[in-house]
Nanobody, 123 residues
């Protein structure tokens, strides 16, 4: 059974940094793409970044490009999201997702989700 567990969220001032982690277990993820999404109150789940587990190809939402970096550690089955220069509008619950095949930005294409971790950026 696939399990994704996020951690690393918290409260940070604008301009600060956080690193989110996603521990993946339950299968071999070499043929999977991993994504980070976020959801603010009253809004739909929004794509943040995605990475191909083996090829390392990445894609980012325009709103985070240049500030966030997604990466994997295959040996540990971990996915990370390094978030720098955080803004109040980055405040949301951040979710880790996994999907078979190539990277994609549509949440509905992801097969598995974690429970989410709250990120709050104060102004």
């Amino acid at each position: 059974q696939v399990q994704l567990v996020e951690s690393g969220g918290g409260l940070v001032q604008a301009g600060g940094s956080l690193r989110l982690s996603c521990a993946a277990s339950g299968r071999t993820f070499s043929s999977y793409a991993m994504g980070w999404f976020r959801q603010a109150p009253g809004k739909e789940r929004e794509f943040v970044a995605a990475i191909s587990w083996t090829a390392g190809n990445t894609v980012y939402a325009d709103s985070v490009k240049g500030r966030f970096t997604i990466s994997t550690d295959s040996a540990k089955n971990m996915v990370y999201l390094q978030m720098n220069s955080l803004k109040p509008e980055d405040t949301a619950v951040y979710y880790c997702g996994a999907k078979r095949g190539s990277i994609w930005s549509l949440a509905r294409l992801y097969d598995y989700w974690g429970q989410g971790t709250q990120v709050t950026v104060s102004s």
